[in-house]
């Protein structure tokens, strides 16, 4: 699938040791603040250099990026974080799609559902109750009279 952006791997302070910990991973820098600047120049350096292509920021978990080195056999090398960041972006792109495309699949059907919905109930069947109700208020009352003129 082609990308919509390229991502970017970012770490959170806490997590950044235990990623330096990782095989593989001794091509950082020995500190959070020094990785942080040097990211934050090097995106201001691409801005300049390249408008309007878009770069997203994946955070990387170190759990999570150390099953996914071993399930691939890596070493937790810059190639491999830009991969695993990439890999985390394109599954949550295509999982947004996915869901716009149920979302669509879902409209489509109430639509169609709510074209062949049953009408509303017939005026007349309201009509109907509304005239027994009125004929047995009548016969009370008629019975009602004819059981005072009886007992006078």
């Excluded at 806490?14 to 001794?26: M, N, Q, S, T, V």
Aim: net charge positive.
């Amino acid at each position: 699938m082609a990308t919509a952006g390229e991502a970017v791997p970012v770490y959170m302070r806490k997590d950044y040791p235990l990623i330096r910990e990782l095989p593989g991973a001794d091509d950082m820098p020995p500190t959070w603040e020094e990785w942080r600047v040097n990211l934050e120049a090097s995106q201001i350096e691409r801005a300049k250099k390249e408008r309007g292509f878009a770069r997203y920021n994946v955070r990387i978990r170190p759990d999570l990026f150390k099953a996914w080195l071993d399930a691939n056999s890596l070493s937790a090398s810059e190639h491999s974080r830009k991969r695993y960041a990439q890999n985390l972006y394109d599954d949550g792109l295509e999982a947004r799609r996915n869901a716009l495309e149920q979302e669509k699949r879902a409209r489509e059907v109430a639509e169609r559902m709510a074209v062949n919905a049953p009408p509303p109930p017939a005026p007349w069947s309201h009509r109907a109750i509304k005239t027994c109700a009125l004929i047995l208020t009548a016969a009370m009352i008629l019975f009602g009279l004819i059981a005072l003129k009886a007992y006078k």
